[in-house]
């Protein structure tokens, strides 16, 4: 009488020490592998198989590549989020030349993907047949991310993902190493740095290094508004902000915030943990993290507790090639603001303070000699009165002049805010100047 043979391998261990000294006695990694050679068996096991060690089992990043797990359904309780099958196509790879996926952002049924040097397109849940001509038709398909096509343009978001922000179809986000800032729409990508701020962005981002260069849509005046913070403390930070319908940057704010953000038509920013315990230090008041702005119960021009004065500086450049006496400075706007300062390429003017409205005689014979804007028909006016000092050549200088003479000249002007100084609006700027005959 015979019997069958049966051979049967039961789990091998294989221990293996690291060659380490300095490291402890349990320091040891398991390789486990089990053969089942029986026959008619009711044990099951993994087959044999063919594999190679490698000695360098260190983690690897692939930094331009997109991975998805399964699904997750909360309605039905099927949660696959953590299941990664090896033996389906479930990972997309971009352009490794064009640096690493910094930022995916999903709209609609499309899916947005930020390189360092580069932006993409993918389709979700549907794929695209190309024509002969190179249009796609969008078909069905049971595939998660469909085909990656990328942006006509050779930007990225470079390691700044969080200057990305959003409004409508609309997309904003800075290219610190183009120096650049850009705007993602239906029209393709556009650079918005280049409306009259190009050699403003190309020196602040080009000084960003490792600094953060934080974006936010406000939806309170619909602009998009820009914090560039560089890593270096001997470099300022600019909070700047870009309005769509002038299609230029409009204002500039002194407030440095670490993130910014828009709920329910209000928008918010939060303060930086350093300048927090600096005011705490210095007051001994505890500032809060997320503050509301275009709060009608705090002044205007207030930001973390700390009050600030509105400043604008302006420009007088036309007939440049033509020198000329400036006479007078004019605005259109609030009572609250004065002149700090009227220089030219060769004089300068007094300053200007604010307009008082004179209540009695007395008052009005005073301010005629005060060197303060007058108000005349709902406008603000004054004289410019030349205080520069003599220089070699000159036969009529300082208050003999009539004016400021110059070719140009720069003013800066400047508001401050209470509680009743309302908004301190200010519409336009001008001034008269004639002519130099000297």
Same mark, same amino acid.
């Given at each position: 009488?015979?019997?069958?043979?049966?051979?049967?391998?039961?789990?091998?261990? #294989?221990?293996?020490?690291?060659?380490?000294?300095?490291? $402890?006695?349990?320091?040891?990694?398991?390789?486990?592998?089990? =053969?089942?050679?029986?026959?008619?068996?009711?044990?099951?096991?993994?087959?044999?198989?063919?594999?190679?060690?490698?000695?360098?089992?260190?983690?690897?990043?692939?930094?331009?590549?997109?991975? @998805?797990?399964?699904?997750?359904?909360?309605?039905?309780?099927?949660?696959?989020?953590?299941?990664?099958?090896?033996?389906?196509?479930?990972? *997309?790879?971009?352009?490794?030349?064009?640096?690493?996926?910094?930022?995916? @952002?999903?709209? &609609?049924?499309? %899916?947005?993907?930020?390189?360092?040097?580069?932006?993409? *397109?993918?389709?979700?849940?549907?794929?695209?047949?190309?024509?002969?001509?190179?249009?796609?038709?969008?078909?069905?398909?049971?595939?998660?991310?469909?085909?990656?096509?990328?942006?006509?343009? +050779?930007?990225?978001?470079?390691?700044?993902?969080?200057?990305?922000?959003?409004?409508?179809?609309?997309?904003?986000?800075?290219?610190?190493?183009?120096?650049?800032? %850009?705007?993602?729409? !239906?029209?393709?990508?556009?650079?918005?740095?280049?409306?009259?701020?190009?050699?403003?962005? *190309?020196?602040?981002?080009?000084?960003?290094?490792?600094?953060?260069?934080?974006?936010?849509?406000?939806?309170?005046?619909?602009? @998009?508004?820009?914090?560039?913070?560089?890593?270096?403390?001997?470099?300022?930070?600019?909070?700047?902000?870009?309005?769509?319908?002038? /299609?230029?940057?409009?204002?500039?704010?002194?407030?440095?915030?670490?993130?910014?953000?828009?709920?329910? &038509?209000?928008?918010? $920013?939060?303060?930086?943990?350093? +300048?927090?315990?600096?005011?705490?230090?210095?007051?001994?008041?505890?500032?809060?993290?997320?503050?509301?702005?275009?709060?009608?119960?705090?002044? *205007?021009?207030?930001?973390?507790?700390?009050?600030?004065?509105?400043?604008? !500086?302006?420009?007088?450049?036309?007939?440049?090639?033509?020198?000329?006496?400036?006479?007078?400075?004019?605005? +259109?706007?609030?009572?609250?603001?004065?002149?700090?300062?009227?220089?030219?390429?060769?004089? !300068?003017?007094?300053?200007?303070? #604010?307009? &008082?409205?004179?209540?009695?005689?007395?008052?009005? +014979?005073?301010?005629?000699?005060?060197?303060?804007?007058? !108000?005349?028909?709902?406008?603000?006016?004054?004289?410019?009165?030349?205080?520069?000092?003599?220089?070699?050549?000159?036969? =009529?200088?300082? /208050?003999?002049?009539?004016?400021? /003479?110059?070719?140009?000249?720069?003013?800066?002007?400047?508001?401050?805010?209470?509680?009743?100084?309302?908004?301190?609006?200010?519409?336009?700027?001008?001034?008269?100047?004639?002519?130099? $005959? @000297?």
């Amino acid at each position: 009488m015979s019997f069958p043979l049966q051979i049967k391998y039961y789990n091998t261990y #294989v221990l293996k020490k690291i060659a380490d000294s300095s490291l $402890s006695d349990r320091s040891w990694y398991v390789e486990e592998s089990r =053969i089942r050679g029986g026959y008619n068996n009711v044990q099951t096991g993994l087959s044999p198989r063919a594999f190679l060690v490698s000695e360098n089992n260190a983690q690897e990043n692939l930094s331009n590549s997109i991975i @998805y797990s399964g699904i997750f359904n909360s309605r039905t309780g099927i949660n696959q989020s953590n299941q990664f099958p090896s033996g389906q196509d479930i990972t *997309r790879t971009v352009d490794p030349s064009k640096g690493s996926i910094q930022k995916l @952002y999903a709209e &609609n049924t499309n %899916l947005t993907i930020f390189q360092e040097r580069k932006v993409n *397109r993918a389709l979700i849940d549907k794929d695209a047949v190309y024509t002969q001509e190179g249009v796609p038709m969008q078909t069905t398909s049971n595939v998660v991310i469909g085909a990656i096509q990328p942006y006509a343009g +050779e930007f990225g978001i470079s390691t700044n993902p969080e200057s990305f922000a959003v409004y409508g179809y609309r997309k904003y986000f800075t290219d610190a190493k183009q120096g650049s800032v %850009l705007r993602l729409s !239906q029209d393709g990508i556009t650079e918005i740095s280049n409306y009259g701020m190009y050699d403003f962005f *190309r020196d602040q981002l080009g000084s960003l290094s490792s600094g953060k260069a934080i974006g936010g849509y406000d939806i309170h005046n619909k602009c @998009y508004t820009l914090s560039i913070q560089p890593a270096s403390s001997s470099l300022a930070p600019q909070t700047i902000s870009f309005d769509e319908n002038v /299609k230029g940057w409009t204002s500039r704010y002194s407030y440095i915030p670490s993130n910014m953000f828009s709920v329910q &038509n209000n928008f918010y $920013s939060t303060v930086r943990s350093q +300048e927090k315990i600096e005011k705490y230090n210095a007051t001994g008041q505890e500032i809060g993290d997320i503050y509301q702005h275009y709060n009608d119960n705090v002044n *205007r021009g207030n930001f973390y507790a700390t009050q600030y004065t509105s400043e604008i !500086q302006s420009i007088f450049n036309i007939n440049p090639s033509v020198v000329k006496n400036f006479q007078t400075i004019n605005y +259109e706007g609030g009572p609250n603001w004065s002149m700090t300062s009227f220089v030219t390429n060769e004089d !300068q003017a007094n300053a200007i303070g #604010v307009f &008082n409205m004179p209540l009695t005689l007395a008052d009005m +014979e005073v301010s005629l000699l005060k060197n303060e804007f007058k !108000q005349k028909e709902d406008k603000y006016f004054a004289d410019l009165i030349n205080t520069s000092a003599f220089t070699q050549g000159e036969v =009529i200088y300082g /208050k003999s002049v009539s004016g400021v /003479k110059g070719f140009f000249a720069t003013v800066s002007l400047q508001a401050t805010n209470t509680a009743t100084s309302g908004t301190n609006e200010l519409f336009a700027i001008s001034t008269n100047y004639k002519e130099s $005959s @000297y």
